[in-house]
């Protein structure tokens, strides 16, 4: 009876020292909500009680009902039937199953029949779904979908739709991309125009959609006619009826429960959500960032499958008379990536943690606002928060979905021949995993995006606080080579900055934006090391790895590697 | 409309999972190291009280007869939907068989009033009897449907079940109220809810009220009854002075059954024996069984 939550230790131990306190504080508007919901907790204790009963439940499902049927999903795939799409069974049931245990709705307000959880925990059910069957995720963790109608919705928006979502009738899914606009949403087509009595309706076609048979979708679409870029677009909602047409269902590599599908429009009625004009410029990037999360918690699922699979898989298996587990180059192996799956779910939840943060100082300035009440203190701390979220939000990304790439990659490289056939799991997971570094903007776009964070250098109090504190032992020494890989950082941007060169810039920041996340997840290491001492060989292998690293990487830069850039169209023959 | 069920469950040692330190050197089995888990074929029974609740309506009521810690078993029933739950706890219970269990739930099930169809798992994994049931219905003199796989239908006051039988199933259909025992087939029971989980984890029994007084002098146990009846976390609890019970048909004292020896039995699949499936053969083989004393 295997629990994806109580059988993975290292989860654990972030569900254990996540400090989310004045998170849940907020939420709670001060515990005063279990007057009216008899399922709303008493106290911060009582919050996390219910968390972790309510993990435990996740993981006993995504152990033992979800992950049985993932390879059969995958088998399956889903079909077209009279024009709509019909899941895989185990996908099917395994969405029966959440939805009947309340779980379709975590992070959704009481008062919409959701469990008024902070997204940090959301994201740990996200992370067991996704090791049990990653094309799930796609379903699952599209709860966002039902936040941003939340967010910017009126009151009867969300009353119309939220509920829903909270009992598990409706799926969501967002529909930007376009044959034509894919990372670059600002060229979005689709028509919105309003009909004779004033009310708006969708023409045109979406491509490459999620879950795009769901009940419910968010669409980006062009409000403005003849305007051509993303301050023309606005975001709608509208119900998945027969004027939308799925006209294909895509042959995918990998996430294969995942629907992805080509729809039309055909005069579909839609309501606006929020102002006119925002669509892209505000409510895209929230929901973006929000499902950005989701993806990494996605890639984090599958590389602990894909860890698991290659522990055991080179326990059992015998070569030179022994299991390869104690062949030192496999050892090495497993080691390696279980140091990043750990250094990946500090990075993670940290990020998660943040966003959290920035999420409910969001709420209570509204509700300071709207109370009368002063709220420039939280003003600053929103700033701040909303700052650092932005800047781990695209790094998280970044670096876990390419670090699922790499463990699953030498998860099936364990495995040797055997990895290859389709008998064992660990293809499926290497199949799932390409997509996570693809999707939700691409790695290429998260450097972009985590550049002017990193170039601003906007960590830079938050680590010299970190330098300030005493280690102890070996510790003190790793704290030096953190020292040491900030020195190489600052020089290098300093080189960068100096140049002036945009086309520079731009190439040389995904190397400064790899040594800005080995500096903050060193540090995260480096706390937890003193919570629990084995974390200690983590943090040894994470922090001189990056090291070597962060000159590698400097190395690069000083050394003008990109200048032949200029030369491109002679190279590139 | 709707129907009143009541389901009759049962914590266990958890049997699946005996480990080399739960086993004693003479082969017995050492219960306490053993965890303690939800009957399975009880919480079929109960995921499929649910399922009838689900579909005509009424309530649910889960029923168990055992020591304090079941009050656990009772808060996994109000996690999965049960509306209402009644712990059956006292020391003069202890060492009951299928007699002296089927007596007192009968007697307890006779004090809840009114009720349609009573359901519960086939046997239960540590005794294997598979008696407690239909005695239960013996001695409240309601019909019983065993081995049940479906309940087909109900109207108008008759319930049809299919049960299982050797190389099929038949189809019986019976006035209410009825007992109805449940094969592990017949339904996959359901997650706990995410929302009554919240709810209901701080629900207690009288014992474990008990048990917060005898640790905390400054309680007393009329108020905290008060306190948890109030906030709706009161898991009602009989004791034998609730019931009208012969106490010499209880407990112990109650139970003919008793245990004649426990042999540690190491299956080894060398040898068999085969007989022709004939009368003569029949009886060749049953013959030999009563002299391994397998049958007596």
């Not at chain 2, 005794?127 to 309940?151: H, N």
Request: charged share 30%; net charge negative; with cysteine.
């Amino acid at each position: 009876m295997p629990n994806f939550f109580t059988d993975n230790k290292d989860l654990l131990f972030q569900f254990e020292n996540l400090p989310l306190q004045d998170v849940v504080d907020m939420m709670e508007k001060n515990y005063t909500q279990c007057k009216e919901y008899n399922y709303a907790p008493a106290d911060y204790t009582d919050a996390k009680d219910n968390y972790f009963k309510v993990l435990e439940i996740i993981g006993d499902l995504t152990g033992n009902f979800i992950a049985p049927r993932a390879a059969e999903v995958d088998e399956q795939g889903n079909r077209m039937e009279n024009g709509k799409v019909v899941y895989a069974q185990g996908t099917a049931e395994s969405l029966k199953q959440l939805a009947e245990a309340d779980l379709m709705g975590m992070e959704l307000p009481y008062k919409y029949g959701g469990l008024n959880f902070p997204k940090s925990i959301y994201m740990m059910a996200v992370e067991m779904v996704s090791r049990a069957d990653a094309s799930l995720m796609n379903i699952f963790g599209l709860q966002d979908i039902a936040e941003t109608i939340y967010k910017f919705g009126t009151e009867d928006q969300r009353k119309e739709f939220i509920p829903h979502f909270a009992d598990g009738k409706y799926t969501g899914a967002m529909a930007l991309t376009e044959p034509d606009a894919g990372s670059d949403l600002q060229a979005v087509k689709l028509q919105a125009y309003q009909d004779e009595d004033g009310n708006w309706r969708l023409r045109g076609v979406k491509r490459f959609i999620t879950n795009g048979g769901a009940p419910v979708l968010l669409v980006l679409a062009r409000s403005e006619a003849g305007t051509k870029d993303g301050r023309g677009l606005s975001m709608f909602a509208c119900y998945g009826d027969d004027t939308v047409k799925v006209r294909r269902i895509e042959n995918k590599l990998g996430i294969h429960g995942s629907p992805t599908c080509e729809l039309q429009f055909n005069d579909t009625p839609a309501q606006l959500i929020g102002k006119r004009k925002f669509g892209l410029i505000k409510y895209v990037m929230d929901l973006m960032n929000s499902a950005r999360l989701g993806v990494s918690a996605q890639a984090l699922g599958i590389s602990q499958a894909a860890y698991e699979e290659a522990v055991k898989y080179a326990r059992e298996r015998e070569q030179f008379g022994k299991p390869i587990y104690n062949i030192p180059v496999v050892s090495n192996m497993l080691i390696d990536m279980r140091v990043m799956l750990e250094a990946n779910r500090s990075l993670f939840y940290a990020t998660s943690r943040w966003v959290d943060i920035r999420n409910r100082l969001e709420e209570t300035i509204e509700w300071l606002k709207e109370q009368g009440k002063p709220y420039s203190e939280e003003q600053e701390r929103y700033k701040e928060a909303n700052k650092i979220a932005a800047l781990l939000t695209p790094i998280t990304k970044y670096t876990l979905t390419e670090g699922a790439n790499k463990i699953s990659y030498d998860a099936l490289q364990i495995h040797g021949g055997a990895g290859y056939m389709k008998e064992f799991p660990i293809e499926r997971l290497v199949r799932d995993a390409r997509i996570t570094n693809i999707y939700e903007g691409t790695s290429q776009m998260q450097i972009v995006a985590a550049t002017g964070g990193t170039m601003n250098d906007i960590l830079a109090e938050h680590f010299t606080e970190k330098e300030k504190k005493k280690r102890k032992g070996s510790l003190e020494r790793l704290a030096g080579y953190l020292k040491e890989i900030r020195e190489i950082f600052d020089e290098s941007r300093k080189y960068v900055l100096d140049k002036e060169d945009t086309d520079f810039q731009e190439v040389a920041a995904r190397e400064l934006v790899e040594m800005y996340t080995s500096l903050f997840v060193g540090y995260l290491l480096l706390d937890e090391s003193e919570i629990n001492p084995r974390k200690v060989f983590v943090a040894n292998r994470y922090i001189v790895g990056g090291l070597a690293q962060a000159r590698r990487n400097a190395e690069e830069i000083k050394n003008e590697q990109f200048s032949d850039l200029l030369h491109a169209d002679e190279i590139l023959i | 409309m709707g129907y009143r069920s009541i389901v009759l469950v049962k914590q266990v040692p958890d049997t699946a999972n005996i480990s080399g330190q739960v086993m004693r050197p003479d082969g017995t089995v050492n219960r306490a190291k053993l965890p303690a888990v939800f009957n399975p074929e009880d919480k079929v029974a109960l995921e499929l009280a649910l399922q009838t609740k689900d579909q005509y309506g009424g309530t649910v009521t889960a029923v168990t007869m055992g020591p304090p810690k079941a009050s656990d078993l009772l808060r996994e029933c109000l996690y999965m939907g049960a509306d209402e739950v009644l712990l059956i706890s006292d020391r003069k219970f202890a060492g009951a068989d299928t007699l002296a269990t089927s007596y007192v739930l009968a007697e307890a099930i006779n004090k809840l009033g009114k009720y349609d169809i009573i359901f519960a798992g086939r046997q239960a994994i540590d005794g294997d009897t598979a008696q407690v049931g239909p005695q239960t219905a013996e001695k409240l003199g309601v019909p019983q449907i065993t081995y049940a796989e479906k309940i087909v239908e109900i109207k108008k006051n008759k319930i049809t079940v299919r049960r299982r039988i050797d190389g099929g199933f038949e189809e019986l259909r019976s006035p209410l109220p009825v007992l109805i025992t449940v094969i592990k087939d017949a339904a996959f029971p359901r997650t706990f809810r995410a929302k009554r989980v919240m709810a209901y984890k701080n629900a207690r029994t009288l014992m474990e009220l008990e048990k917060m007084t005898e640790a905390n002098s400054l309680l007393y146990i009329d108020d905290l009854l008060q306190e948890y009846k109030s906030k709706n976390l009161y898991m009602p609890t009989f004791t034998v002075d609730d019931l009208d019970v012969d106490l010499t048909r209880i407990g112990l004292r109650g139970s003919p059954t008793k245990v004649h020896k426990v042999e540690s039995v190491v299956l080894a699949g060398s040898e068999h024996e085969q007989f022709e499936p004939t009368k003569e053969g029949l009886n060749e083989l049953i013959e030999k069984l009563m002299q391994d004393h397998i049958f007596g």
